[in-house]
Each structure stands twice: as C-alpha cells, then as structure tokens.
C-alpha cells in the first residue's frame, strides 16, 4: 500500500498531483491519498476538480481520498458538540464554485471517498456537476462514498451524481442548500439495485423552500434507501426504487420499501434545521 499527504506540507501539494503520480496501468496496491486539515479551493483544473480515473483497479487494490490522522471532522476533539454541517473549520474540506464542474469525477470502480467535506458554491450545474459524480461505466464493483459532509448551492444541481455504475453512500450527511426551485440530494440514472443511500441523512434546511427530490432516479432499475432521513424536500423519491429499500423516516408522505416512519415533523428530528443555525446531530 503506498499512503502520501496531501497539503502544504504533505507529500503532494494538491489533489491533482496525487492522482497523477499514480502508477500508470494496473494498480497493484492500493493507492491512498490522505488531506490534511486544510481547505483544498479550486475551479477549472486546478486542486478541488479532480477526475479519478485511467487505472485498472480491484477491490483489493485501487484509490482511497481520505484524511490525514486526526484531520477529519470526524476526528475533532469537539466532534460531539461541533454542529453537523460543512464547516472547514472543523477539518479537511474540498470546494470549488466554477459553474458546471464538479469538486470530484470517480471514473474507476472501487475508489473509496471517506471522512471529508466537500462543498460546491457554483450558481449552476446537473448530475454531472455535483460535489462527487460517479461514472465508472461498471454496473457490478461499488464505488464508494464514506462518512462525508457534502453541500451544494447550485440549482437544479446535487449532492451525488450517478451515471452507468454500482455505487455506495454510508453513513454521510448530504445538505442541498439551494434557496427557491431546483435541487435534489441525489440524481441517478441507471445504476444497479444493489447501489444506493445506508445509514444516510439528506436534507434541504427548513427555510429553503420544500422543493425538490431527496433520491432521483430517472431510469434503469431501482436502488436502495435503507436507514436513510429524508427531510425539506417536496418528496423524498422519484422513479424507481428498490422494493428491498426501509427503515427510512421522512417528512414526506412515503418513503420506498417498509418499515418506514413518514410524515415526521422535520424540527423534531435534528438539533436545529434553518439554513443560518442548521445543526443536523439527532435530537
């Protein structure tokens, strides 16, 4: 396993020239990429719009974004108390605000994305657009994404796009902060029935207008929700869905699959849930 920082005094400056110090060909061993406790800020081409790709990877070797020790949100001595939400303050951040570009491309199956916040502040954008877009052409080897804080302003934009691949969420928050029309949690098309959102919440603040979608999937079979909170939006999901999805809550009046609990009322659930105060730790 080859592991390098990535920072001011890292091993490798940016994200970009991490990536492109990869092995060329076949990977045989994992490739690790760990940023520290800085803001990594970029537009076109630069450190914060990083396409992953041009590898033959495995689940056993491939690339891993993650932290450096101690640099995550996740890791901070007030993480308890710390307001859930995208704060740089807090640890290691990713964020760009050039219309129609996301911060991160995954183009390889297997890459694991884990303990970062990653923010978009474009005025503009689709699924292809949004904080991480995965598009690995592979319908049967996930690509993850893993105890994450994304956020996205741009309208009609989202927090994950997804286009012909097997994907994973677990246990991120998700906030779309696009005031007014426009503005989904998730955008998906044609993904497969064993991808989808775990242990999830995807949210729009209270305050924001309750428009939108939580999950989209605009065509090919449906995916999984399972154990996911669903709230702001004017309706939790739209196209297919996995019939094995549940134990969702939402505000909305139906969420996929069983056991689920609907039409909870939305400031009852988080600590706070305006856009100015939102604080998404559980009450």
């Known amino acids: 396993m080859t592991v390098s920082t990535i920072g001011t005094t890292g091993t490798y400056s940016t994200i970009n020239t991490w990536e492109a110090a990869a092995p060329s060909g076949t ?66 951040a990713i964020t760009q605000s050039t219309a129609y570009r996301a911060c991160i491309v995954v183009n390889e199956p297997f890459t694991e994305i884990t303990k970062l916040q990653i923010k978009s502040t474009q005025t503009a954008g689709g699924r292809n657009n949004s904080p991480i ?15 994450c804080i994304l956020e996205s302003t741009a309208a009609n934009g989202a927090l994950i796009g997804i286009l012909n691949c097997a994907y994973k969420a677990i246990n991120c928050l998700l906030v779309q902060r696009k005031n007014g029309t426009g503005g989904w949690g998730i955008d998906s098309q044609y993904t497969t029935t064993t991808s989808g959102l775990f242990n999830c919440t995807i949210v729009k603040p209270s ?24 709230f702001g939006f004017a309706a939790a999901t739209s196209g297919n869905m996995s019939s094995s999805s549940g ?28 856009d100015a105060t939102m604080d998404f730790r559980a009450k």
């Open 27 to 92: 990977l045989s061993a994992p490739w690790e990429g760990d940023c520290q406790n800085q803001t990594f800020v970029g537009g076109d081409g630069s450190d914060a719009v990083i396409t992953i790709s041009g590898n033959t990877v495995s689940s056993a070797n491939h690339k891993i974004l993650t932290t450096d020790t101690g640099a995550s949100f996740a890791d901070n001595a007030n993480k308890l108390t710390n307001a859930l939400k995208y704060n740089a303050s807090n640890g290691a």
């Open 133 to 147: 877009y995965f598009n690995t052409s592979d319908s049967t080897n996930h690509a993850f994404v893993k105890q």
């Open 207 to 230: 305050d924001d207008g309750a428009n939108g979608t939580g999950v989209v999937n605009h065509s090919g079979p449906g995916q999984l929700l399972k154990n996911c909170a669903v």
């Open 247 to 274: 134990f969702n809550a939402t505000d909305n009046a139906s969420a996929p699959g069983s056991s689920n609990q609907v039409s909870a009322t939305y400031a009852d659930q988080f600590q706070a849930v305006a």
